[in-house]
Nanobody
Framework: VQLQASGGGSVQAGGSLRLSCAAS????????MGWFRQAPGKEREFVSV????????LYEDSVKGRFTISRDNAENTVYLQLNSLKPGDTAVYHC?????????????????WGQGTLVTVSS
């Protein structure tokens, strides 16, 4: 599975961005898609995950109510709408995929990773 993330950019606090992750090379099955982020000098952390076809969703506590994950199964694309952005949201955002079928927030469960897209939020 190849993942291509896009949509990052620089915004001021309170602004919005929409990240996209296009998946290719799928082999079928119930692929679970997730978003993780890594800020400079910090460990990678879970952001959100959505199962196939989209019936189960999890969010990291700090993004609940601000971020929304969704997927277009026909287009093999997952989206992450980022609203009310804060400087603390600044990070490289990576999309990831796994066929375990579980609504997991553990990065180790995801076998495929995209290259990441940078989100910078200024105060």
């Amino acid at each position: 599975v190849q993942l291509q993330a896009s949509g990052g950019g620089s915004v001021q606090a309170g602004g919005s961005l929409r990240l996209s992750c296009a998946a290719s090379g799928l082999t079928g099955g119930r692929i679970v898609m997730g978003w993780f982020r890594q800020a400079p000098g910090k460990e990678r952390e879970f952001v959100s995950v959505i199962t196939w076809p989209g019936d189960s969703i999890l969010y990291e506590d700090s993004v609940k109510g601000r971020f929304t994950i969704s997927r277009d199964n026909a287009e093999n694309t997952v989206y992450l709408q980022l609203n009310s952005l804060k400087p603390g949201d600044t990070a490289v955002y990576h999309c990831a995929a796994q066929y375990l079928g579980t609504c997991s927030y553990y990065g180790m469960d995801f076998g495929s990773w995209g290259q990441g897209t940078l989100v910078t939020v200024s105060s």
